[in-house]
């Protein structure tokens, strides 16, 4: 008898799942769906999420052309943003993604563009051999004494061809320049000169070739080479076009090297551990990041230090107290944050001293603290971040005592978006973890709020510890224009 298929639960697995045999729509809805519910949540899952997402949108989505794919992940962009605008990842990989679509359409443009030159240079083996030859001698029998013969003086500097001396020779030359007339030909009195058609009767008998000034050797420029030189050129081109490169690959591989970033990044930025991090050091956390505990664990390989944790009440205390009371629980959905329980066992089994403190208590430790290192929601571009409630808290108590802030995110985190309305990135909780509806006498007469994040000012950070490296906050700006394109920052307002 064939077991009963369970229902999966709706996340990001069974998302990623469903990706690979549903339709592309159907998929967008999905997330888009998961995204309002807050199934999927927190920077790194909405992140992974929407890469894959777009990976599959590039593969399957038909385009004639660069400017059709762009439209496509712009319109997919402005309905993921539009769930859930407060989380920013989803609009920062749509933003890294377009850059990479632009970036790789710029890179073919720029290719075809030197194919054309070639094409307009390179007309035959002797354009790039410009050998100027010596200028013949001039035949003349004109008098010394004649004024014609000072007319006829031979100029040594001037561009000038004789048309019997140098017929043969005018292949040497710029195909896409005809023989100059010599100024000297039209005073040639002798029989023994060449007859060369003045500029009079070149413009009046236009229909008649001149016998002499209409150059007849193989390397000077006639309608018939000209046509051909046209053809090797619209030849060139076509070529050049059937030849371009499939940008669909290209842009898939930078797709794939942003999901690889995103499962690298804790490893790169816990590189940088044993930098800031040194022995016998009290160190203040918050939170249960995964990246914070990754990079405490590198520096706990060499170095031995304490952690004070604080409990983050309302919204993860109740894993933090059952630390305390030896329960190990964890969270077992996709959210970017570990329960204490999983966050505080491999720092014990690593050799860390763990204290577990209430939030009321982070300013009378502060005094004691050599380093403060808090997670991050999301990063702004003016060095602000949006952090879990509590750490703008923990981040005054630090300035108070001139504790150093140090913030570790990936740069997946890092939003171009200036913060003019701190509000609008502030999302709100059950307000029922702060205060019970069994009070119900005092809940009718009151308002509870519960936000679950924070807005950090960049004052308070001193600081950033990316995948790149460490960052001031206010170096941010040069990541911003690095990782993102300026026509891309505001989204909503694409076509």
């Not at 000297?184 to 000169?193: D, L, P």
Request: glycine letters at 6%; charged letters at 20%; hydrophobic letters at 40%.
């Amino acid at each position: 008898m064939p077991s009963p298929s369970v229902a999966a639960t709706p996340g990001l697995s069974s998302f990623l799942r469903s990706l690979k045999t549903d339709p592309v729509e159907s998929s967008v809805e999905h997330l888009i769906s998961l995204l309002k519910r807050r199934q999927v949540r927190s920077s790194r899952p909405c992140a992974i999420a929407t890469a894959y997402l777009l990976l599959r949108v590039v593969s399957v989505s038909k385009w004639a052309g660069v400017a059709a794919l762009i439209q496509r992940v712009q319109q997919v962009g402005q309905r993921l943003c539009a769930a859930q605008p407060r989380e920013m990842a989803v609009g920062n990989i749509v933003r890294r993604v377009l850059g990479l679509i632009r970036a790789e359409a710029e890179e073919d443009r720029d290719g075809d563009m030197s194919a054309c030159s070639d094409a307009g240079t390179d007309s035959g083996p002797q354009s790039s051999q410009k050998i100027h030859p010596p200028r013949p001698h001039l035949s003349s029998t004109i008098s010394t004494f004649s004024p014609l013969r000072h007319g006829a003086t031979e100029p040594t500097d001037s561009f000038a061809i004789d048309t019997d001396a140098g017929m043969h020779d005018a292949s040497d030359f710029s195909s896409s320049r005809p023989p100059l007339l010599s100024s000297h030909t039209s005073y040639a009195v002798s029989t023994t000169a060449p007859m060369v058609t003045s500029m009079f009767s070149l413009l009046s008998h236009e229909g008649t070739p001149s016998p002499s000034g209409t150059p007849t050797g193989p390397g000077a420029q006639s309608p018939t080479t000209r046509g051909a030189l046209t053809a090797q050129h619209l030849a060139r081109i076509n070529a050049a076009a059937a030849t371009q490169r499939d940008l669909k690959p290209d842009i898939m591989g930078g797709i794939d090297e942003i999901i690889d970033e995103l499962g690298q990044v804790d490893e790169q930025i816990a590189a940088y551990a044993l930098e800031h991090i040194h022995s016998n050091e009290i160190i203040l956390t918050h939170t249960s990041s995964v990246t914070v505990q990754k990079f405490l664990l590198k520096a706990a390989t060499k170095r031995r230090f304490t952690v004070v944790h604080a409990e983050a009440f309302p919204n993860n205390h109740e894993a933090t107290h059952a630390t305390v009371a030896g329960r190990q629980e964890r969270d077992g959905g996709d959210d970017d944050s570990l329960g204490a329980a999983a966050f505080t066992k491999p720092l014990t089994a690593a050799g860390v001293t763990v204290v577990l403190i209430p939030d009321s208590a982070v300013f009378a430790l502060m005094s004691r603290v050599n380093k403060v290192i808090l997670g991050t929601h999301a990063v702004l571009a003016n060095g602000g971040l949006v952090a879990a409630a509590g750490a703008k808290t923990i981040a005054r108590a630090a300035r108070a005592h001139r504790t150093p802030v140090v913030v570790v995110s990936g740069v997946y985190k890092l939003s171009p978006v200036y913060p003019f309305d701190f509000e609008a990135l502030i999302e709100y909780g059950d307000p029922g973890r702060v205060f019970g509806y069994d009070e119900g006498d005092l809940v009718e007469q009151v308002d509870v709020e519960n936000p679950l994040y924070d807005y950090v000012p960049a004052e308070l950070v001193d600081l950033y510890i990316t995948n790149l490296g460490g960052h001031a906050p206010s170096y941010l700006y040069r990541i911003v224009s690095d990782h993102y394109r300026v026509e891309d920052v505001n989204l909503e307002s694409q076509a």
